[in-house]
């Protein structure tokens, strides 16, 4: 089993930052496949970014360009960091980790972006 718990989220001003991070714990060795999705009222979840465990990264084409995905390995997280901001990014953002066929989720941290 693979526990993950994100960090960060909150209120910011359209054009601002923000930084995600999501700690995993647990059987960790196998996870080949790390990223995070975001989910909007009325929307399915959907991808945002994710990175391989050889840092291979891939993002949704509405971000590309002001948001940045890494992984810091010897402390188990992953980060998104978030720039230039847009009402649309408003969203719930959930941790995502695969191993395998198995995908493991965060909690979700809520993210919102005033115009």
């Known amino acids: 089993q693979v526990q993950l718990v994100e960090s960060g989220g909150g209120l910011v001003q359209a054009g601002g930052s923000l930084r995600l991070s999501c700690a995993a714990s647990g059987s960790i060795f196998y996870i080949n496949t790390m990223g995070w999705y975001r989910q909007a009222p009325g929307k399915q979840r959907g991808l945002v970014a994710t990175?391989?465990?050889?840092?291979?990264?891939n993002y949704a084409d509405s971000v590309k360009g002001r948001f940045t995905i890494s992984r810091d390995k010897a402390k188990n997280t992953w980060n998104l960091q978030m720039n230039n901001l847009e009402a649309e990014d408003t969203a719930v953002y959930y941790c995502?980790?695969?191993?395998?066929?198995?995908?493991?989720w965060g909690r979700g941290t809520q993210v919102t972006v005033s115009s």
């Open positions: 995502n980790a695969v191993e395998g066929a198995r995908w493991y």
């Open positions: 990175i391989t465990s050889g840092g291979r990264t």
